[in-house]
């Protein structure tokens, strides 16, 4: 039978698809290289990139001199809202590499490296095709302007990623040693993070779907029973601070609802547009929507375009644009709903089971934590990880299972992502400058002079930098400060050690400092000019005021009045 034209013009040549895959893969490797010259810059930055890096500095100090990190809050000491894995594994390597901002940077780098590297071999585990999983890792890497630059920040972003990521691809695994890392690397991350450990129960649902209810109780216990432990034994030697410290204090802090959805939903499109379209292609396929209506795909193509019109048109400040993007993320939501319906009605398989919880969960904690008072988008990481992991295993079945033109559609779709994120990113953005070095040496030499302890909440880590302690960061104040908070007595605390003058000086910020400090400690001059040592990530203020006791007329005793002569029988005073 002779072959019809239309089947001629969808055959694809075998040459034009390695010539779209070969620029895909340079693509991704001059994305990954440009990020690299990016990372190595600022790895050897000497003071704060992101205002809590110090703090998370502190805290490993505080391990390697063996104080508590969970106790009463003080003027001195308030930890983060984290659970203490992190800490411990910046305490674990200082012996050998040192307690400094390089070798914690050091550790983000390697497990954001990690988080890309676990997509590759998922998909030539599984698929025998690792340059689809090499590409969809890039576009990974790829987001780091859009998540606040904190793959590489002394935070525990970077490794807490790295570890679920190969949770959730060692937990696909047909060897049971594999699943049982997994398990212990869940654990892993609900020490560094707490909130990953929702993570385990999609996880877990997939694996009874697959193997039955005893594997699944052998991945759950393998996790839980270690999380447990850790966590009875730190409330035990806090005399119950931890649990209040990283349970019920996040608890009392608001949500900013319309921060949650849509807007975490909208930043995930804005991020990953040409991502999401593939994904929204393979859920739809999978389904066999395709093949009975072009209504539910449609919705998500025609919402899709809609909702791009808001991220490159909102300057204009037209509300009629807004509008018609509000309209697009509707139709994304409403064609993810109802291919989400016909999936449940078709009886999906345990990987539809595994792969759209981990994504329904990846969504909802992203949601929330966005939504949360405070929430950055650091906290959309592992939103972002997950939609390309569904990518990559999506093309790497496509690539497998479809010939001609359509074949090519998610290399095409790939490279288009990585081109949009090279051009959408700045190198220059978030370098800092020698200024900056300088304006930061400048501080650390005006604390030298200080006899005495220093209170810095701006930036615990120039104290220690100076010769001194660090101290409490001014985020974690702030968390136990609140209405509702667990601590009632924590603001008492800090105002009375301020006014007691128990600091012989006061770093300040560039927003200022209050409980009492007005009153009891002098204004000085800013350190720095304008517009320099800030912070190139996260929250723009920085140390720039260096305030000290002020001087105090001593009091004069009242003299007591004394009868002349006092009646017999009074009494004594």
Same mark, same amino acid.
């Given at each position: 039978?002779?072959?019809?034209?239309?089947?001629?013009?969808?055959?694809?040549?075998?040459?034009?698809?390695?010539?779209?895959?070969?620029?895909?893969?340079?693509?991704?490797?001059?994305?990954?290289?440009?990020?690299?010259?990016?990372?190595?810059?600022?790895?050897?930055?000497?003071?704060?990139?992101?205002?809590?890096?110090?703090?998370?500095?502190?805290?490993?100090?505080?391990?390697?001199?063996?104080?508590?990190?969970?106790?009463?809050?003080?003027?001195?000491?308030?930890?983060?809202?984290?659970?203490?894995?992190?800490?411990?594994?910046?305490?674990?390597?200082?012996?050998?590499?040192?307690?400094?901002?390089?070798?914690?940077?050091?550790?983000?780098?390697?497990?954001?490296?990690?988080?890309?590297?676990?997509?590759?071999?998922?998909?030539?585990?599984?698929?025998?095709?690792?340059?689809?999983?090499?590409?969809?890792?890039?576009?990974?890497?790829?987001?780091?302007?859009?998540? #606040? =630059?904190?793959?590489? &920040?002394? *935070? +525990?972003?970077?490794?807490?990623?790295? @570890? /679920?990521?190969?949770? %959730?691809?060692?937990?696909?695994?047909?060897?049971?040693?594999?699943?049982?890392?997994?398990?212990?690397?869940?654990?892993?991350?609900?020490?560094?993070?707490?909130?990953?450990?929702?993570?385990?129960?999609?996880?877990?649902?997939?694996?009874?779907?697959?193997?039955?209810?005893?594997?699944?109780?052998?991945?759950?216990?393998?996790?839980?029973?270690?999380?447990?432990?850790?966590?009875?034994?730190?409330?035990?030697?806090?005399?119950?601070?931890?649990?209040?410290?990283?349970?019920?204090?996040?608890?009392?802090?608001?949500?900013?609802?319309?921060?949650?959805?849509? #807007? =975490?939903?909208?930043? &995930?499109? *804005? +991020?990953?547009?040409?991502?999401?379209? @593939? /994904?929204?292609?393979? %859920?739809?396929?999978?389904?066999?929507?395709?093949?009975?209506?072009?209504?539910?795909?449609?919705?998500?193509?025609?919402?899709?375009?809609?909702?791009?019109?808001?991220?490159?048109?909102?300057?204009?400040?037209?509300?009629?644009?807004?509008?018609?993007?509000?309209?697009?993320?509707?139709?994304?939501?409403?064609?993810?709903?109802?291919?989400?319906?016909?999936?449940?009605?078709?009886?999906?398989?345990?990987?539809?089971?595994?792969?759209?919880?981990?994504?329904?969960?990846?969504?909802?904690?992203?949601?929330?934590?966005?939504?949360?008072?405070?929430?950055?988008?650091?906290?959309?990481?592992? &939103?972002?990880?997950?939609?390309?992991?569904?990518?990559?295993?999506?093309?790497?079945?496509?690539?497998?299972?479809?010939?001609?033109?359509?074949?090519?559609?998610?290399?095409?779709?790939?490279?288009?992502?990585?081109?949009?994120?090279?051009?959408?990113?700045?190198?220059?953005?978030?370098?800092?400058?020698?200024?900056?070095?300088?304006?930061?040496?400048?501080?650390?030499?005006?604390?030298?002079?200080?006899?005495?302890?220093?209170?810095?909440?701006?930036?615990?880590?120039?104290?220690?930098?100076?010769?001194?302690?660090?101290?409490?960061?001014?985020?974690?104040?702030?968390?136990?400060?609140?209405?509702?908070?667990?601590?009632?007595?924590?603001?008492?605390?800090?105002?009375?050690?301020?006014?007691?003058?128990?600091?012989?000086?006061?770093?300040?910020?560039?927003?200022?400092?209050?409980?009492?400090?007005?009153?009891?400690?002098?204004?000085?001059?800013?350190?720095?000019?304008?517009?320099?040592?800030?912070?190139?990530?996260?929250?723009?203020?920085?140390?720039?005021?260096?305030?000290?006791?002020?001087?105090?007329?001593?009091?004069?005793?009242?003299?007591?009045?004394?009868?002349?002569?006092?009646?017999?029988?009074?009494?004594?005073?």
């Amino acid at each position: 039978m002779r072959e019809s034209s239309w089947g001629r013009v969808m055959r694809a040549p075998m040459w034009l698809r390695r010539i779209v895959s070969w620029l895909a893969l340079l693509m991704a490797v001059g994305l990954v290289y440009r990020l690299g010259i990016i990372w190595w810059t600022r790895l050897f930055y000497p003071f704060d990139l992101e205002w809590m890096e110090g703090g998370m500095l502190a805290h490993a100090w505080r391990v390697t001199e063996g104080h508590t990190l969970y106790g009463e809050p003080s003027a001195e000491w308030i930890p983060y809202i984290y659970p203490a894995g992190y800490a411990w594994l910046l305490a674990a390597v200082s012996p050998v590499f040192g307690l400094g901002y390089v070798p914690a940077r050091a550790l983000s780098i390697v497990g954001t490296l990690a988080a890309a590297s676990a997509l590759p071999w998922m998909t030539w585990r599984h698929h025998k095709k690792p340059w689809v999983g090499l590409l969809a890792g890039a576009a990974f890497l790829g987001c780091y302007d859009v998540v #606040g =630059a904190f793959f590489d &920040l002394v *935070r +525990a972003d970077g490794v807490s990623i790295g @570890l /679920v990521a190969w949770t %959730v691809v060692l937990g696909l695994d047909e060897d049971r040693r594999l699943r049982d890392l997994s398990a212990l690397l869940l654990f892993g991350a609900f020490a560094v993070k707490q909130n990953f450990a929702l993570f385990g129960i999609p996880m877990a649902l997939g694996l009874w779907a697959r193997l039955g209810w005893k594997d699944a109780l052998r991945f759950g216990l393998l996790s839980a029973v270690p999380a447990l432990a850790i966590t009875g034994l730190l409330e035990w030697q806090s005399n119950g601070y931890y649990l209040r410290y990283i349970v019920e204090t996040p608890g009392t802090h608001g949500f900013v609802r319309n921060r949650g959805f849509p #807007g =975490a939903p909208r930043e &995930l499109i *804005r +991020a990953l547009p040409a991502v999401v379209f @593939l /994904v929204t292609v393979f %859920v739809i396929d999978r389904a066999r929507v395709l093949a009975h209506s072009a209504v539910i795909p449609a919705m998500g193509v025609i919402g899709l375009v809609l909702g791009g019109v808001n991220h490159s048109l909102t300057s204009t400040g037209s509300v009629l644009l807004h509008r018609v993007s509000s309209v697009g993320y509707a139709l994304i939501a409403a064609s993810i709903l109802g291919t989400l319906a016909v999936v449940a009605r078709r009886n999906p398989s345990w990987r539809w089971i595994y792969g759209a919880g981990v994504g329904g969960i990846a969504l909802i904690s992203a949601a929330l934590m966005r939504a949360h008072v405070g929430g950055f988008v650091n906290v959309l990481i592992p &939103l972002y990880w997950v939609v390309c992991a569904g990518s990559a295993w999506g093309a790497a079945r496509w690539e497998g299972s479809r010939v001609g033109w359509v074949a090519v559609l998610p290399t095409v779709l790939l490279g288009t992502q990585l081109g949009l994120q090279h051009w959408r990113l700045d190198d220059d953005k978030f370098l800092p400058t020698a200024a900056d070095v300088a304006a930061g040496e400048r501080v650390v030499d005006a604390l030298r002079g200080v006899e005495g302890p220093v209170f810095s909440p701006f930036a615990p880590w120039l104290v220690y930098q100076a010769g001194g302690e660090p101290g409490t960061h001014l985020i974690s104040i702030w968390d136990v400060t609140k209405k509702r908070t667990p601590f009632p007595d924590a603001e008492a605390a800090i105002e009375t050690a301020i006014a007691n003058q128990e600091f012989a000086a006061v770093l300040d910020g560039g927003r200022g400092l209050k409980y009492g400090l007005a009153d009891a400690y002098s204004g000085a001059k800013p350190i720095n000019g304008f517009a320099v040592f800030m912070p190139q990530s996260g929250f723009r203020v920085r140390p720039e005021r260096l305030r000290f006791p002020k001087k105090r007329a001593p009091s004069t005793p009242e003299t007591p009045s004394v009868p002349a002569s006092p009646a017999p029988d009074s009494a004594a005073p």
